[in-house]
C-alpha cells in the first residue's frame, strides 16, 4: 500500500516553499487540485513525441495521436462506466458542457411558459446557463430548496416538476458545503415525469466513484483540472438517444461531412460535438490523470476524503467561535465556515501567512452564501495529497487567527 508520504513526493508543486520558507499547505483541491509528475510528464511526452493534429493527418505520426485520443475516450467511457465511448465529449470543463446541453439539447425545446428545475446549492456554472436560457425563452427556472444542515429537500422535487418542465440539473456534490446529493433518487423521480436530468459531477469524478449508468443520468458533467489533469480539459457524458438528436453546438473544421454554400451535413457521435482542434495535450494529460487515479484507487482515494472531512470536522467542532457551513450527513471532502465574524478574505489572508492556501468568499455559489445569510465562508477542500497533520496545523492557525481578530 502506497504511504501518504510517496503520493505526496508525485506532486511537485508541493515540495515547494513559498517566499516565506513555509512548505505550501494546499487545501483549495474544490478549486483546482495539484497534478502529479505523471501528468505534468505526459504534457511534455506528448509535445515530445506524438504532437500532431487528429482525425485529418493520414501519416504515422497524425495517427499516432489520433489513435491516443480516442483511447482516452475509451478509457474515460470506462472510468465513468458509460455504455459507449460515442457519449463522451470532449470539452474545456464543466462550464462548457453545462452550456452545449443548454444550447444544444434545451434551447430548441424550450418555449414560453417551459421550466427548468436547478437546485438551490448550484455553483453559478449550473444555474446561470440556465437562468439565461430562461429568460431569454421567457421559460421559468424553478429552484429545489435545501434545509439548513444544507440537503436537498428531497420531497419538494415532485411538486416542481410537471409537463411543463424541461430538464433538471443538479451538482453531485455542492463545492460551497460538499454535500453529496442523492442523485440517483433525483434521477428516479424526475424520470417519473419524463424529464431528463444532467448532473454537474465537478467536485465528484476525481474523488469519488462514478457510475452514469448506475445513476440513470441522462447528462453528466465533469473537469479534467478538479482531478488531477490539466486545465482546459473537461467531459460531458450524455445518454446517446439524447447526444443523436441534439444539433451541434459549435461549427468548423473536422464536425462536418460535406459542406457546401448551400448547406452541411455533420459527422456522427461523438465528432460533431467537437468541431475545431480539440485540447489534444490536454487530453493526454487527462489520460494520465485518469490512470494515476486509477492506480491508487477511487475507493481508496475516496476513503482519504472521508477521513480527513471526518477528522477535520471533529477538530473544528471544538473550536469556539467556528461555525460550520453546510452540516448535511452525507458530505465529501469540503468544509466551510465562519469563524465569530471574521471576514473569509481576512482569515485567508492570515492563513496564508502560515502557507495555507484555502478559498474564501462565496465560491461562485451566491444564492447559497444569500441562503445562510453570510457575506461568504473560508473553505477547506481536501485531495489525496491532504494529511491530518496538515489539518492538525491549519486548527493551530486558525486559532491564532480568532485570538489575532479578537
Ligand atoms: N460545478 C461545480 C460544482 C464546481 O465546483 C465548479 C468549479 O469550481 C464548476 C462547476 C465549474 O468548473 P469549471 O470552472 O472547471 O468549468
Avoid at 19 to 32: F, N, R
Avoid at 87 to 111: C, H, K, M, R, W
Wanted: hydrophobic share 40%; with cysteine; net charge negative.
Amino acid at each position: 500500500m502506497i504511504t501518504i508520504e510517496e503520493i505526496r513526493k508525485e506532486f511537485p508543486l508541493l515540495e515547494g516553499l513559498n517566499q516565506d520558507g513555509c512548505k505550501l499547505v494546499y487545501l483549495d483541491s474544490a478549486a483546482t487540485t495539484q497534478k502529479p509528475r505523471q501528468v505534468i510528464e505526459q504534457l511534455t511526452n506528448y509535445y515530445t513525441t506524438t504532437n500532431a493534429n487528429i482525425h485529418r493527418g493520414t501519416y504515422d505520426l497524425a495517427e499516432k495521436a489520433t489513435r491516443d485520443f480516442e483511447k482516452t475516450r475509451t478509457q474515460i467511457q470506462q472510468f465513468i462506466h458509460a455504455e459507449k465511448p460515442e457519449e463522451i465529449i470532449f470539452v474545456s470543463g464543466t462550464t462548457e458542457a453545462v452550456n452545449l446541453v443548454a444550447d444544444s439539447y434545451v434551447e430548441p425545446i424550450l418555449n414560453a411558459g417551459n421550466e427548468i428545475v436547478v437546485s438551490a446549492m448550484e455553483h453559478h456554472s449550473n444555474l446561470v446557463p440556465w437562468q439565461q436560457l430562461c429568460l431569454r425563452k421567457n421559460a421559468k427556472m424553478q429552484v429545489l430548496p435545501m434545509n439548513e444542515q444544507g440537503e436537498i429537500r428531497l420531497e419538494k422535487l415532485a411538486d416542481l416538476l410537471s409537463g411543463k418542465t424541461k430538464l433538471v440539473a443538479v451538482s453531485h456534490i455542492s463545492n460551497a458545503l460538499g454535500t453529496i446529493n442523492p442523485v440517483k433518487e433525483i434521477v428516479s423521480i424526475a424520470h417519473e415525469y419524463g424529464v431528463p436530468v444532467l448532473v454537474d459531477g465537478a467536485q465528484n469524478a476525481g474523488h469519488h466513484r462514478t457510475d452514469v449508468v448506475d445513476l440513470d443520468c441522462d447528462f453528466y458533467a465533469f473537469s479534467g483540472h478538479k482531478m488531477y489533469g490539466p486545465t482546459g480539459t473537461g467531459i460531458l457524458y450524455g445518454k446517446e438517444k439524447w447526444l443523436e438528436q441534439m444539433r451541434p453546438y459549435r461549427y468548423g473544421g473536422e464536425m462536418v461531412k460535406a459542406v457546401r454554400f448551400e448547406k452541411s451535413s455533420f459527422k456522427e457521435l461523438p465528432h460533431k460535438f467537437e468541431a475545431g482542434t480539440p485540447n489534444i495535450a490536454g487530453v493526454a494529460g487527462l489520460q494520465a490523470a485518469v490512470a494515476y487515479i486509477e492506480n491508487l484507487g477511487i475507493e481508496y482515494i475516496s476513503e482519504h476524503s472521508y477521513a480527513l472531512l471526518n477528522y477535520a470536522t471533529e477538530k473544528f467542532l471544538q473550536i469556539r467561535g467556528i461555525t460550520i457551513i453546510g452540516q448535511a450527513a452525507s458530505k465529501s471532502g469540503i468544509i466551510s465556515l465562519t469563524a465569530k465574524d471574521i471576514h473569509p478574505h481576512d482569515m485567508s489572508t492570515f492563513l496564508n501567512e502560515y502557507g495555507i492556501a484555502v478559498r474564501a468568499g462565496h465560491h461562485c455559489s451566491l444564492p447559497v452564501m444569500e441562503f445562510f445569510k453570510i457575506p461568504g465562508t473560508t473553505r477547506i477542500s481536501f485531495g489525496i495529497y491532504n494529511t491530518t497533520k496538515e489539518i492538525d496545523y491549519l486548527v493551530q492557525c486558525i486559532e491564532k487567527a480568532i485570538k489575532y481578530f479578537a
